[in-house]
């Protein structure tokens, strides 16, 4: 991330050209204002989803979640976000006239107990839990005790704690792009809401009115306490205020917030823009021009899909079709260029965001959880706005892939980044080659915390005259439809098994169209858009009965409808049948050129280390596999059960040879669930492009041979050697080796080469943990050998065994010196492992 400084206002980032600009756009966006001042209104979403309080979900594919979520997510979740709660204590301290000592600034750790809090008030809503209640009431205490008479909130601002720390501004709303001041509250407001439906209590949600009423003054009015006054006009960096705006206004019907929501939208790109790189890029926070006039998916995709979703909801309730229009081209452009089969979003490392269309690595992939969530909540608003199935496809896909890999089976580990490859040794997940138990920016497991149990309120929609089934699960909701309560239930192993049987329970017979989902899975492709598509012919009919009878299944926006007079006792199978098929990709994603993926229903497919006796990159297919009789099964372990299927491959083997193979497929969520280890969602169709142990040395490594004391089990040797590094000693963007598990102990590394060298020089660049097991060494030196003998490096006069941070630490032989391999000896601080990035060696011919 940049150093930016936070001391710079709004107006001094702008561009030049920005700045000729602005004034223009000013004048447009006062008459906005002055349109929208008073604007009721006009619409809502078409239809109307069932909430996921009224829908009993039965199904052994999420109940089981839910009752994680209850049992172990939420309840871990609270334990990990208390420094947010001690966060907000010390705001509510010092406000209070006491002392407050050791408070350390932060920009958003209260956002993350915020979603735990809305997660919580959701569980409350499906079941009555007296505990979880009192803990959400103490919680309500310590935020109420911690805002301003004013309304504001923001504790590193509150204490001083925050006062010339980067990232926060010098004084409150001095850097609303990077503060998160905006957001947190937000995310405030949702948990307010939320509690207040569950227990009817209304003390937070007064104190988000609270604090929405201020933040109006403050940005649109003007308050003398900010700002000299004047109105900031500033949207949000990381937009999330938005939705929740939305969220106030339809629980309090004041057109104050959905005006507010709707002013943000208006300025964002055309009051502030910031001229940078990064994450002070125009584009970073969707800011490089008026909302309405974007087409593309650009920077930071957590804040892109938020902005959508927003977007979405105040072009419904508005009526401005303007919105509606930038969102269909955005939308194209997701789904046509720049979303992974896996319906993860924000390919790039970095700006965590969108990269040029078609870019979409699998092993360097980031898919941040946090975008996959927003996925589902921009694809689920667009669905209500367009009645349009594929939609919902969109966000099937990004759910039950992408978002629930999120999430180990047991509730209790979390991917923030999720790749498409994984070799089992490189730290992709912010350190570690698998799920981690937390992250400093908690951001995914508190998103994963709030979005399942909101899951079962994605099932039905209906209007006056449709009942839509959206969502295939086993469970049972009530609807009213023309004034007649309908009973309706789904028994189906769905996603497992495409059988679904629907009853339809009409109090008195009733007229209507049931809608069933067909989705893009059981057509010519898996997901809608043209990235992907089916490159095999096993596809197999839909079959559709009312009460025993056939009915032909005609499909419009994605749903077969059938319009009868519906009666109690009436029942709706459909059969969505579910190959194992095999698909390509658009050939301008260079990083799946001449590969295949496995998809079943709406799962994609990978494959594990574990399941196939070593590296899954060395499994290829030179012809098309015939998958019509893949052996299907059900695998359970301790903490849950998942489908597998069997397919005929080939791999390479340690000689270069080739070999026939079975090779076992696992859903991508479950992948990490038996430990870390390799993993491939895309597979060569060369064999020349297969790899058989992908943590080996590379060939043009300048080692013939590595060897240590000691190597930890998640790291690995050869890593030292294979030419790559992060710019940083932590480790956390590098395969590296540590001697963990040994702390303490002297250790050593030897580094053979193919032949007698002449050594030139040795650079070695530590691996260090500011917090943390791996340190820098006591002292550390190097031998050489010598027609195999060690002998001591005799270092260049002015040369040291030095280890600074960062950098590679470079030695010089004394003299001339011809050797064989070269030997690092360390000894670690006490009770400390050592680690290694990398060894880069020169040669003088």
């Not at 001041?181 to 227990?199: D, P, R």
């Not at 005006?259 to 790109?269: Q, V």
């Not at 490859?421 to 912010?430: E, L, T």
């Amino acid at each position: 991330m940049m150093n930016i400084s936070p001391t710079h206002s709004a107006a001094c980032l702008l561009t030049a050209q920005s700045a000729t600009m602005l004034m223009l756009r000013l004048s447009l966006i006062a008459t906005l204002f002055l349109a929208s001042a008073g604007l009721a209104a006009a619409a809502d979403y078409p239809l109307k989803p069932v909430p996921f309080n009224k829908v009993e979900m039965t199904s052994d594919f999420w109940r089981p979640r839910l009752e994680t979520q209850r049992k172990t997510l939420v309840p871990f979740a609270f334990e990990k976000t208390q420094p947010g709660v001690e966060h907000l204590k010390a705001a509510r301290d010092f406000l209070a006239g006491e002392k407050v000592e050791g408070h350390r600034a932060h920009r958003f750790i209260d956002s993350d107990l915020y979603k735990v809090m809305e997660g919580a008030a959701y569980l409350l809503q499906l079941r009555h839990d007296p505990e979880l209640e009192k803990t959400l009431d103490d919680l309500a205490d310590v935020i109420e005790g911690a805002q301003h008479e004013n309304g504001y909130l923001y504790p590193s601002h509150t204490t001083g704690a925050g006062q010339s720390k980067n990232m926060m501004g010098d004084s409150p709303y001095t850097f609303i792009v990077h503060s998160h001041e905006l957001y947190n509250v937000g995310h405030l407001y949702e948990a307010a809401i939320a509690y207040y439906q569950a227990t009817g209590k209304d003390r937070l949600l007064k104190v988000a009115e609270e604090s929405a009423q201020h933040i109006n003054k403050v940005i649109f009015e003007g308050d003398p306490e900010y700002n000299d006054g004047k109105p900031i006009r500033q949207a949000p960096g990381h937009q999330e205020m938005e939705l929740a705006l939305v969220k106030l206004y339809r629980v309090t019907g004041k057109q104050l917030y959905l005006d507010m929501a709707r002013r943000f939208l208006e300025i964002r790109g055309v009051t502030y823009v910031p001229d940078g790189e990064g994450v002070m890029s125009p584009t970073y926070a969707q800011q490089h021009a008026p909302v309405t006039e974007q087409k593309e998916a650009v920077g930071h995709a957590v804040r892109a899909t938020y902005l959508y979703s927003a977007m979405a909801d105040v072009g419904t309730l508005t009526g401005d079709g303007r919105y509606g229009k930038a969102l269909d081209n955005i939308w194209g452009d997701i789904t046509n260029t720049r979303m992974h089969i896996t319906g993860g979003l924000g390919a790039v490392h970095g700006i965590e965001g969108f990269g040029p269309q078609y870019e979409l690595p699998n092993a360097d992939a980031f898919n941040e959880t946090c975008a996959a969530v927003g996925n589902v909540l921009f694809n689920y608003r667009m669905f209500l706005l367009h009645k349009d199935a594929k939609y919902l496809d969109v966000a099937e896909v990004a759910l039950l892939n992408n978002v629930l890999a999120a999430v180990n089976l047991e509730g209790n580990r979390f991917f923030y980044v999720n790749p498409l490859d994984a070799d089992g040794k490189y730290p992709f997940n912010h350190g570690t080659a698998g799920r981690a138990p937390w992250f400093g920016t908690a951001c995914c497991p508190s998103n994963m915390a709030r979005l399942l149990p909101q899951v079962p309120g994605m099932t039905y929609a209906h209007d006056d005259n449709d009942l839509y089934v959206t969502f295939f699960a086993e469970s049972r909701t009530r609807i009213e439809l023309g004034g007649t309560r309908v009973k309706v239930e789904q028994e189906t192993a769905y996603p497992n098994d495409g059988e679904i049987s629907v009853a339809i329970d009409p109090v008195t017979p009733l007229k209507f169209r049931l809608r069933l989902r067909i989705p893009t899975w059981t057509q010519e492709r898996f997901v809608p858009g043209e990235l992907y598509r089916y490159a095999d012919s096993v596809a197999a009919p839909i079959e559709l009965s009312v009460n025993g009878d056939r009915v032909k299944a005609t499909i419009e926006k994605g749903f077969v409808s059938i319009d009868r007079e519906w009666k109690p006792g009436d029942r709706v199978v459909l059969n969505l049948p579910m190959p194992v098929r095999v698909t390509e990709c658009h050939p301008a994603v260079k990083a799946n050129n001449e590969r295949i993926a496995f998809t079943r229903g709406p799962f994609v497919l990978c494959a594990e280390g574990v399941d196939n006796g070593g590296a899954t990159q060395r499994f290829f297919f030179n012809k098309a596999p015939d998958t019509s009789n893949a052996n299907i099964k059900t695998t359970r372990i301790q903490s849950g059960s998942f489908i597998q299927a069997d397919v005929s491959a080939r791999a390479v083997t340690n000689s270069g040879d080739t070999e026939s193979s079975k090779l076992a497929l696992t859903p991508y969520y479950a992948w990490n669930n038996r430990g870390a280890g390799s993993m491939t969602v895309w597979f060569p169709t060369r064999a020349d492009m297969a790899v058989y142990n992908p943590i080996g040395l590379p060939k043009e490594s300048v080692f013939k041979e590595i060897t240590a004391s000691h190597t930890a089990d998640e790291d690995t040797i050869t890593a030292i050697g294979d030419g790559h590094v992060d710019k940083w000693s932590s480790g956390n963007k590098a395969s590296r080796w540590t001697s963990r598990g040994q702390p303490g102990r002297a250790q050593w590394v030897i580094g053979r080469f193919h032949e007698t060298k002449n050594l030139r020089s040795v650079g070695v660049f530590w691996m260090n943990r500011w917090q943390g097991d791996v340190k820098f060494p006591q002292q550390w030196s190097l031998e050489v050998e010598q027609n195999g003998k060690w002998n001591a490096f005799e270092l260049y006069t002015t040369d040291k065994y030095d280890a600074r941070a960062n950098q590679y630490n470079v030695v010089h032989p004394a003299a001339p010196l011809k050797c064989d391999a070269i030997r690092v000896r360390m000894t670690p601080r006490e009770d400390t492992s050592v680690g290694i990035l990398e060894l880069q060696v020169a040669f003088d011919e």
